[in-house]
């Protein structure tokens, strides 16, 4: 398999998402429970890029941007990490390295699982009339 390269024209950036995260410390998530990232590298960027080098780390909205999807890379079954992007649908540029604390990240998680058991406490207790 050949590596794949693009270079994007005008104002577009090559990016790829960084993968969702499957744990949270030592709690393991399903994969539907884990978060879409939102955060990517950029791989390769147009001739009229200002703002924006290959390497930085970006923020983007959950559907900005065009999926690739090339049959014969060696993403095949990630697809949806490679995207081309204007620079103007890019949010933010991300400098340093934060990571919320640990207390926080879990308290997410368990506000989610908690609000889903609820939820469906809630459809039971309508269903049988509790």
Same mark, same amino acid.
Request: no cysteine; charged share 30%.
């Given at each position: 398999m050949? #590596?794949?390269? =693009?270079?994007?024209?005008? !104002?577009?950036?090559?990016?790829?998402?960084? +993968?969702?995260?499957?744990?949270?410390?030592?709690?393991?998530?399903p +994969?539907?429970h884990?978060?879409?990232?939102? *955060?990517?590298?950029?791989?390769?960027?147009?001739?009229? *890029?200002?703002?924006?080098?290959?390497? &930085?780390?970006? =923020?983007?909205?959950?559907?900005?941007? *065009?999926?690739?999807? =090339?049959? !014969? /890379?060696? /993403?095949?079954?990630? +697809? !949806?990490?490679?995207?081309?992007?204007? #620079?103007? +649908?890019?949010?933010?540029?991300?400098?340093? !390295?934060?990571?919320?604390?640990?207390?926080?990240?879990?308290?997410?998680?368990?506000?989610?699982? /908690? &609000?889903?058991?609820?939820?469906?406490? &809630?459809?039971? #207790?309508?269903?049988?009339? =509790?």
């Open positions: 050949s #590596e794949l390269k =693009l270079s994007p024209w005008g !104002d577009r950036l090559y990016i790829i998402l960084d +993968e969702p995260k499957e744990s949270v410390g030592a709690i393991i998530l +994969e539907r884990s978060e879409r990232s939102r *955060v990517a590298t950029v791989s390769a960027v147009g001739k009229e *890029v200002k703002h924006i080098k290959v390497g &930085n780390k970006v =923020l983007i909205s959950y559907y900005t941007g *065009v999926f690739i999807h =090339l049959p !014969d /890379f060696a /993403f095949r079954g990630k +697809e !949806d990490l490679h995207r081309i992007v204007r #620079e103007d +649908e890019i949010l933010a540029k991300i400098v340093g !390295d934060y990571t919320p604390p640990f207390y926080i990240r879990i308290w997410r998680k368990l506000k989610v699982f /908690f &609000n889903r058991i609820q939820r469906r406490l &809630n459809i039971l #207790e309508h269903k049988h009339g =509790l």
